[in-house]
């Protein structure tokens, strides 16, 4: 029961936010200099003050800022996400055709950074100031301080350029006709540089935050009492002091996947990712407003539920803290 009463508040606690996103974005979009239908008479080349009255109409953007905003909760109610005038389709349709591209992208990237971050930061714990843990420590500050944007351009020069390895953008290779096997192998040669770019700041961050976690659990009294008790090292590390470790890199985990999120516009653009970021990206340009909210929104709205899922998990890891508390 009181799993349920915490899924209810939190639920209603996730609308609110969702609300108070939807409106914020509107007023930002809105704010910014320019709209579509300045794209579409620069386009066309018509600058006549009475066409552009006639499509500002025809779009509803010649009605007052609060009017537009509470049309658009109306709509978000019923998750009408709009018409991008670029593309001529809902916004909805567009979204749902993207997000698997930058699903897949996310999910191997923080698979790499989690899994990576977690052995590195158990690698340079179990050593603290030898050769090894000094070695991992320059590394993942190094792999901090790195801009994305240039080491997948330098990984596209190095891969791409000079060995000829990997594809340097693209999600697959255009014109051919692969078997099922094949094309999976061919999206995979595709996702390897874009998702170890993504992956870099999270790899160093949860290197550092695993390390440091597994050095604080070290002194705990219940570690202490595991070594009394006669267990080996590698018992002490993966049975008592690495669950308890964890523990940090779990919350930052749903709390970074915004950051991902926008981590990932960069990625795409550098590799010509078909994702959402690329998608963002045009929205942005081309002053399609319905597309680049729709694309915010939904956004948002994944990041509220895979935060709720990481309390639930954190609950799990964790049986000293209740769900309902």
């Not at 699903?103 to 977690?118: E, F, N, P, T, W």
């Not at 791409?160 to 995979?188: F, H, N, Q």
């Not at 595709?190 to 604080?216: N, Q």
């Not at 990206?281 to 509220?304: E, P």
Request: charge should be positive.
């Amino acid at each position: 029961m009181k799993t349920w009463r915490y899924l209810g508040r939190r639920a209603l606690q996730a609308l609110l936010v969702l609300v108070l996103i939807a409106c914020t974005n509107f007023l930002i979009v809105s704010a910014a200099p320019g709209d579509m239908v300045d794209v579409i008479a620069g386009e066309s080349s018509a600058g006549d003050e009475l066409y552009m009255q006639a499509l500002r109409a025809k779009y509803g953007l010649e009605q007052p800022l609060p009017v537009r905003l509470v049309r658009y909760l109306k709509a978000m109610i019923t998750l009408d996400l709009g018409h991008s005038f670029r593309y001529n389709e809902p916004v909805a349709d567009l979204i749902l055709s993207r997000f698997p591209a930058t699903l897949l992208l996310m999910l191997s990237s923080l698979g790499i950074a989690l899994i990576g971050g977690i052995v590195l930061g158990v690698a340079a714990a179990r050593r603290p100031g030898s050769a090894r843990d000094s070695t991992i420590s320059v590394l993942a500050l190094l792999g901090y301080s790195t801009p994305l944007f240039w080491f997948g351009l330098m990984l596209i020069v190095l891969m791409s350029v000079k060995l000829d390895l990997l594809p340097s953008s693209g999600m697959r290779t255009i014109g051919t006709d692969l078997a099922p096997l094949e094309a999976v192998l061919d999206v995979a040669r595709h996702l390897i540089m874009p998702s170890i770019t993504l992956a870099l700041f999270y790899l160093s961050t949860y290197t550092r935050l695993m390390r440091a976690s597994m050095l604080e659990m070290y002194g705990m009294d219940f570690v202490r009492a595991a070594k009394a008790k006669g267990l080996n090292e590698r018992q002490v590390a993966y049975r008592h002091v690495l669950r308890n470790a964890i523990l940090p890199l779990v919350s930052l985990f749903g709390v970074q996947l915004g950051a991902v999120l926008g981590g990932s516009v960069v990625v795409e653009v550098v590799f010509g990712w078909p994702g959402l970021g690329t998608l963002a990206f045009d929205a942005l340009f081309q002053r399609d407003l319905n597309l680049l909210m729709g694309i915010l929104f939904m956004s948002s709205a994944l990041v509220v539920v895979v935060n709720l899922a990481v309390d639930l998990l954190y609950s799990w890891l964790d049986p000293r803290i209740e769900v309902g508390a």
